[in-house]
């Protein structure tokens, strides 16, 4: 008797997951116009009208004709090829002494940031006031928020170019703010693909103005219009976190409409499995794998998925200002998503909330690194020597002295053999007093050091000539 009550309980369980299947496969679209409709993702987020500078970057972006190859020169006698790549790249030339003589990339982007159609482009992006921009995709261009963090790199090469070649400070410490305000649009423009852009841009940027400040003098007209700017525009860690959460969570609901199906309860099933395939606007059609996943029917409907993203963003919201120590605790053991499931389809294994509070700080560490060394830069020229503090910044250079976003203080400072160390806390949110970050990828808070900012231009990251002997 209990054999066949097991065989029966066997059999309802079948029929149920048929019927369960029926009913789902009942529920998708089969037609592939209708699975396309499903799976396209359209501008990540629609602009704020009456702030709306989609077009004008638009039109900038047009503008700029490809980047394109470039050509190595002739060898001289006694040097030698050191890498391959022939690619024009502005992010590299970022990076390394200014020696265009040495290096065929710079050549070449100095004679691109030279054509008509790149000057037009540029004074044309220096016009648009500030604003917000949907993130649409351009005919074999990206989406606008890459071509927006494109423009700031190429911003960037010109100020190396102005202020080294050229020896024009003034206008190469404009190409400087004119970036940072792209990037701030890039923060403002309410997509995640954009807010993502824009920190990456920030770390270049400010690292730029390090540079820009340990080789030049600026002066304490030029700290003024950074910190102004930086007030207005990167306001606080708070205001910052929330615009990650904000972003991530507009996302997050968009990809469910367009991953979904949606009846007339508002409920559905999963179409598309995978988040990259939706971010890259590839048809349903092409990756149907979703459709077959049962999984949905018994764990995650529309329903049960909007009700993980709703509690992740409660949670997400609870730890806004809390200090980075309590912060770290609180987002690592509340705000994960689930990882028990693996039928979580686009949504899958993901920890937002600990990445997002560490990339919010850290943007605001580099903004702050970035004003301070503007600031002991405008001192030095005034007064011929480091300062034997920040406080005596204020009130001649600074109207306060930035705080570290990961401990509750000033951010460190230090002289150092006719120099200075600045710093900030590490992953550890104790001060180390400048030691040198050593991150532990098991537990963050079991890092030591601290992050150290510099005026060090770095390696020399694209092809280039140099001695035989180095």
């Known amino acids: ?50 702030n709306d500078r989609t077009n004008d970057l638009i039109r900038v972006s047009e503008l700029l004709p490809p980047l394109g190859m470039f050509h190595k020169f002739a060898t001289p006698e006694g040097m030698q090829w050191y890498g391959s790549s022939t690619h024009v790249d502005p992010f590299s030339a970022l990076s390394g002494d200014w020696t265009p003589e040495t290096r065929p990339n710079l050549t070449a982007l100095i004679a691109y940031l030279e054509q ?53 400070l003034s ?66 860690l708070e205001e910052g976190f929330a615009a990650f959460i904000r972003n991530s969570v507009a996302l997050d609901l968009q990809t469910l409409d367009h991953a979904y199906t949606c009846d007339e309860r508002g409920d559905g099933w999963l179409v598309l499995s995978s988040y990259e395939h939706i971010r890259r606007q590839e048809f349903a059609s092409t990756r149907r794998s979703g459709a077959w996943n049962l999984g949905s029917v018994f764990f995650n409907s529309r329903r049960a998925v909007l009700s993980k993203i709703r509690a992740e963003e409660t949670e997400l919201r609870r730890s806004v200002g809390m200090g980075y120590v309590d912060e770290a605790l609180f987002l690592r053991d509340h705000a994960q998503w689930p990882t028990w499931n693996v039928l979580d389809g686009p949504f899958g294994d993901r920890d937002a909330g600990v990445r997002s509070s560490l990339m919010v700080r850290r943007v605001h560490a580099q903004l702050r690194s970035a004003l301070i060394f503007a600031a002991i830069s405008a001192y030095k020229a005034d007064f011929g020597c480091y ?3 920040l406080d005596v910044l204020v009130p001649d250079f600074l109207k306060e002295v930035p705080s570290d976003p990961f401990l ?33 990828r098991e537990d963050n808070l079991k890092s030591e050091g601290d992050f150290i900012y510099t005026a060090d231009p770095g390696h020399i990251l694209e092809t280039h000539l140099r001695k035989v002997d180095d």
């Open 171 to 236: 206008r190469s410490f404009d190409d400087i703010m004119l970036a940072y305000r792209v990037a701030a649009m890039m923060k403002d423009s309410g997509g995640i693909g954009p807010y993502y852009r824009s920190t990456s841009a920030v770390f270049t940027i400010s690292r730029s103005v390090r540079l820009f400040s340990g080789r030049h003098k600026l002066t304490r007209d030029h700290v003024t219009q950074l910190e102004d700017w930086m007030g207005s525009a990167f306001a606080s």
């Open 116 to 168: 008509d159609d790149v000057v037009e482009a540029l004074d044309a992006l220096s016009k648009i006031e500030h604003g917000v921009f949907a993130d649409v995709y351009g005919d074999g261009r990206g989406f606008l928020s890459s071509q927006a963090k494109l423009m700031t790199q190429l911003l960037l090469v010109r100020s190396r170019y102005r202020a080294e070649s050229l020896e024009d």
């Open 408 to 440: 509750a203080g000033p951010m460190g400072y230090r002289l150092d053999n006719g120099s200075f160390v600045l710093y900030s806390a590490g992953l550890n949110g104790r001060d180390d007093r400048g030691t040198k970050h050593k991150m532990n």
């Open 387 to 389: 300062p034997a503090s």
């Open 1 to 50: 008797m209990w054999r066949i009550a097991r065989w029966l309980l066997v059999v309802c369980f079948v029929g149920w997951l048929c019927w369960c299947g029926v009913v789902r496969w009942r529920s998708i679209p089969h037609e592939v116009a209708d699975v396309q409709r499903v799976g396209q993702l359209p501008s990540v987020l629609p602009a704020d009208a009456a």
